[in-house]
């Protein structure tokens, strides 16, 4: 009796692990689908855009752009940041 009742706890254990992992495995592609829907979007964000195609941006540009990043953060609660890269990798704007 005792042992069956070890074996079926297994059994649970190991059935709630997997479906936990599952879960998990499923939110993360939540994450991929987002973050790349998300870049999409600012790839065609006109702030975004007008930063990006300046070789010294204004203070304007950059305030435009970070307000736009702001409200991603805020209405986006899978992201506790964002930030533009310039094409050398350098940090414009967060």
Partial sequence: MLEASKQELSVN???NLQSLAEL?????????V???SLTAGLARNQAIV???SRV?????????ASYELDNIVLTNPTFASAFVLDARGMGVVS
């Fill in 34 to 36: 987002d973050t790349q």
């Fill in 13 to 15: 254990t190991h059935r």
């Fill in 56 to 64: 010294s941006a204004a203070a304007a540009l950059r305030e435009n």
């Fill in 50 to 52: 007008s930063l990006l």
């Fill in 24 to 32: 998990q495995a499923i939110r993360l592609r939540q994450l991929v």
